[in-house]
């Protein structure tokens, strides 16, 4: 679910470019969010709502299976909230609550694919490894000058990967009744992780250029970017009439 968000982004990303003085000058010049307490507010709406969407995911009214997922579910994520914070506190000198709030999105999406799977131990190691996952892509790709505005491809393509990944690294066989195997770090060997391997290969391909043809299609025909005018001024003044902020 994720990395087909992520790669659909990519391609969408490349073909639109970067933002009017994002990359001015050889610099990589922060443009910020203007609402940070909405996009708090936002991320714990769907840290709540990734309580169905998990959870949900068991198709079956089994309290065990729900239950479990509940707590891995949550535990990715408060642990990667924690790891991403203070990675970014360590690197960019203070703590950044941008950072800390694609922290726990990163969690919630890295633990998708192996919510069901895995026990509530790797679940907080997953959710570590994604807080540090999100901090270091969202600076690489600032590097590569790949401007994404919101940080969805290090949230969703990056951990995307990762979560899927995780199903081969930590899976533990019958965890909650459902016959998987185990995966790599439980003694069941490489099959279970060539296997989401292949999957997240397949996605890759399929995905990224079915995309890439999508957005050349829609930028040559009714186009994807405004003015350079409405791109300045604002799009609550280019779409509304009316400057929110």
């Known amino acids: 679910v994720h990395s087909v968000g992520g790669w659909a982004a990519l391609a969408g990303i490349l073909v639109l470019g970067p933002r009017f003085g994002k990359y001015a000058n050889k610099r990589i010049n922060p443009i910020p969010g203007h609402n940070l307490s909405m996009a708090t507010l936002g991320t714990f709406v769907l ?62 999406v890295a633990i998708t694919a192996p919510c069901a799977f895995v026990s509530v131990p790797s679940s907080l190691v997953i959710g570590l490894i994604a807080g540090i996952l999100v901090v270091l892509a969202v600076i690489i790709f600032d590097k590569l000058k790949i401007d994404d505005p919101v940080g969805a491809l290090s949230v969703h393509l990056v951990n995307g990967i990762f979560g899927t990944l995780c199903v081969g690294l930590f899976a533990q066989d019958k965890i909650v009744g459902t016959a998987t195997g185990n995966g790599l770090f439980y003694g069941g060997g490489a099959k279970l992780l060539m296997s989401q391997l292949t999957g997240v290969f397949g996605v890759a391909v399929f995905t990224f250029s079915i995309s890439l043809i999508f957005w050349f299609c829609l930028k040559y025909t009714m186009g994807i970017r405004v003015s350079l005018k409405e791109e300045i001024e604002g799009l609550d003044i280019g779409e509304h009439g009316n400057s929110a902020y």
Request: glycine residues 12%; charged residues 5%.
């Open 47 to 108: 840290w709540f709502g990734w309580f169905g969407f998990n959870p949900g995911s068991t198709m079956s009214a089994d309290p065990m299976a729900i239950s479990h997922v509940a707590i891995t579910t949550n535990m990715a994520a408060a642990m990667a909230t924690l790891s991403a914070t203070l990675l970014s506190w360590v690197l960019l000198g203070k703590p950044d609550l941008g950072m800390t709030l694609n922290g726990c999105l990163a969690g919630l």
